[in-house]
């Protein structure tokens, strides 16, 4: 109707307004672990948006272009969606009539530990693996997480690094931001190659990830977050958990596996606290 008559401008905030409206609508019913699924499908509707635009205007280059992104964006999502082991449909309408909330009150005791003791059982340690998370990102501890690797691999230990589907914001985060280290590609393990050999590592450092190693999504039914595949970092014979503090992840959810009887919480910046694990080592 706007494009029929240009000159009543009241069409076109109409429009806008109705916009604005759908897009609220559509995203307040989706719950915080399932935010990461939404934006890679709103980024594949911007594609869309563009190759409409595209024929709008009769442009190839922004047709393309925008099938492109849209395709893209619309693989990612799925991806996503396996990775959580949910359907889009019932990532995108769970939400509307009750709110899934979690029942369960996570309790226990917190064990913090210094990078001096991290230092000793690390240095005994004959395989490790690291579990990166978007912590990791934030802090921009992806080089290094590469110097601690060179000084294991030097002390006699096997290094790994395992690599849930949606660790960050979107499928392959973290492996760019290893690539940018130069880890080797060989190193980074797929979630259902890791959790068989989970229980023979000495040694997971989890780093800024919270939700992808989250116990509740395996053992909490009244969990939001039930039924998403994890990384089983609470196999491990020791856990470190390098986290700014006690806050929850994306999902807004307890981790049971802070309180765990083989986690210890080392607590800081991951850079600053990897660093001085470094200097340990070093030294």
Known sequence: MFCMDPSNTTLLYVLIALSFVFGVMAVIPIGGADMPVVISLLNSYSGLAACAAGFAINNNILIVAGSLVGATGIILTNIMCKAMNRSLANV???GFGAVKTSLAKVEGEVKPITPDDAYYILEAASSVVVVPGYGMAVAQAQHVVKELQELLENNGAEVSYAIHPVAGRMPGHMNV???E???PYDLLIEMEDINPRMEMMDVAIVIGANDVVN????????SPIYGMPIINVDYAKTVFVLKRSMAAGFAGVDNPLFFGENTRMLFGDAKESIGALVREFSS
């Open 92 to 94: 995108l309408f769970s």
């Open 177 to 179: 931001l290893l690539a």
């Open 181 to 183: 280290a130069d880890v």
């Open 215 to 222: 116990p509740a999504a395996r053992e909490m039914e009244d």
